[in-house]
């Protein structure tokens, strides 16, 4: 006995098939068929960039190179929150206590004494590192 479908005919039922084909069967043929493709911007319509409104910034901020970042994330990673506002003193204490290595240990050292610093930002620029001159 074979078994149909009553709301359509033979042929709509392979042409049905044959559109979820790739669906399926996998990836082989799925997007292949041209009516897949995505239409052309129109022509008052701009065209397909990776890079919206022109903007080709680098994720470094202005005034600052990207290992100056990295290098500014890496201290503040062993100065929690808690620690601020806070002293030389302080701030060592802290970085202690996140297992903060050597060579960060020693540039809060180098920070001044009896000065309070508000955001790891002002503690990177007391040790001589320029900050970034805009924030986007």
């Not at 239409?39 to 901020?61: C, H, K, V, Y």
């Not at 802290?94 to 920070?111: F, G």
Request: cysteine-free; charged content about 30%; glycine content about 12%.
């Amino acid at each position: 006995m074979e078994r149909g479908n009553s709301k359509h005919g033979p042929r709509l039922d392979e042409e049905m098939g044959r559109e979820v084909k790739g669906t399926v069967q996998g990836a082989a043929g799925g997007r292949a068929e041209e009516w897949r493709n995505p239409e052309p911007a129109g022509e008052d319509q701009p065209g397909l960039t990776r890079a919206p409104s022109n903007d080709t910034r680098s994720g470094a901020p202005q005034g600052m190179t990207s290992e100056e970042v990295e290098q500014r994330s890496r201290l503040g990673r062993f100065i929690p929150l808690s620690a601020l506002p806070g002293d030389r003193e302080s701030l060592r204490r802290s970085a202690e206590e996140n297992e903060a290595p050597d060579d960060i240990l020693a540039q809060l050292d180098r920070l001044p004494s009896g000065d309070r610093f508000q955001t790891v930002s002002e503690v990177w620029a007391a040790l001589g590192h320029a900050n970034e001159t805009q924030r986007w």
